[in-house]
């Protein structure tokens, strides 16, 4: 066997462990295969100093083919913009919701995480029949739900909430860069990494800032 024929049979080989791989990761699609409309939901940006937070709610076909999906931690910024093209792409719908720093700092990280799924179930063009959540009972929502603990890395349609959710905020993340300049929100995407603190001991917060999370930092 030539050096060429080895690697294309180490891709192939590498290609049917990513197909069984997400072949287990709809296993709780399949589980509720009679549900015409299933909804993964998931956030980001619950712990950052600025920024509000985001969420995800992503209903995929039932034949989807997209490989590689994970919780959005475990992809690399290039493959999570390639599979954000992608999920928009071939997703039956696609919502993104959000609560505002002054939400967060008003009614507190966790109810602002609801309200921002909330709206993201709004902003679907369908509605879905079953809601499979990372890890959360979504308080006043109708649809039933079903919390998985690490759905991101267990569930595919909670994974791509996951990453269109990453892809939108660190996105608008960096274009506060070019707004609020001194914090490095470009790179740390608004959590309290040490160049971010020096920045708001050095200069203060900006409106973008969550006071209820940086007040100690405030002189």
């Known amino acids: 066997m030539t050096k060429k024929e080895e690697r294309e049979l180490r891709k192939l080989e590498k290609l049917q462990i990513e197909k069984e791989r997400m072949h287990e990761m709809f296993s709780f699609e399949r589980e509720y295969a009679d549900r015409m409309y299933i909804c993964g939901i998931d956030e980001v940006g619950r712990g950052p100093f600025a920024g509000p937070v985001v969420a995800g709610a992503v209903i995929l076909p039932k034949d989807c083919d997209i490989l590689y999906l994970n919780d959005s931690k475990k992809v690399s910024a290039k493959k999570r913009d390639i599979l954000y093209d992608e999920i928009y792409e071939k997703a039956i719908a696609v919502g993104i919701g959000m609560a505002t720093v002054e939400e967060i700092d008003e009614i507190n990280i966790l109810q602002a995480t609801y ?105």
């Open 115 to 219: 309200r921002a799924m909330r709206r993201a179930i709004e902003k679907l063009e369908v509605t879905p029949d079953l809601l499979l959540n990372d890890a959360v009972n979504i308080p006043e929502v109708s649809i039933e739900q079903v919390p998985i603990v690490k759905g991101d890395a267990k569930s595919a349609s909670i994974a791509a909430a996951s990453i269109v959710a990453k892809v939108t905020r660190d996105r608008m993340m960096e274009e506060y860069e070019n707004l609020y300049p001194g914090y490095d929100l470009a790179k740390n995407k608004g959590y309290g990494t040490k160049a971010h603190i020096e920045g708001i001991r050095s200069q203060g917060i900006c409106e973008i800032h969550r006071r209820s999370f940086v007040g100690k930092y405030i002189s």
